[in-house]
């Protein structure tokens, strides 16, 4: 089983209709099966008006597969504090970061230079 209890993990949930939500998963993998993972963490939702991802405060717990095409599971560094996360945006790349020195670059539609 490649991901186990205590990765911690990004998930980005891809879009099945354009008017969908765009919505990410951030946070720690509570149990694992060969093709679900239960994460307990936080949801982050696209914020139109500011054009970026924002993390909503309360904790959730959700089940998440693993073999859906539409997941794209990052795995994240062990040290990293999960509560000091935050995305940036800048024209063309999103980013989650640490302020630490951490960046994941987030994109739906590919690399934009």
Known sequence: MLLKE????????RRKFEK???????GTV????DSI???HGKKAVYNG???????????VSQIVSIIDSGN????????IDMDS???EAE?????????????LRINETGIIS
């Open 85 to 87: 996360l935050s995305y």
């Open 49 to 59: 008006p500011k054009a970026n991802f924002s993390i909503l405060p309360d904790y």
């Open 91 to 103: 024209p063309g790349k999103t980013t989650l970061t640490d302020g630490k020195g951490f960046k």
């Open 20 to 26: 969908d939500i765009r919505r990410h998963l951030i």
């Open 6 to 13: 205590g990765d911690k993990v990004h998930i980005l949930i």
């Open 37 to 39: 993972i239960l994460v």
């Open 72 to 79: 794209i599971i990052s795995l994240l560094p062990d040290d």
């Open 30 to 33: 509570a149990g694992a099966t």
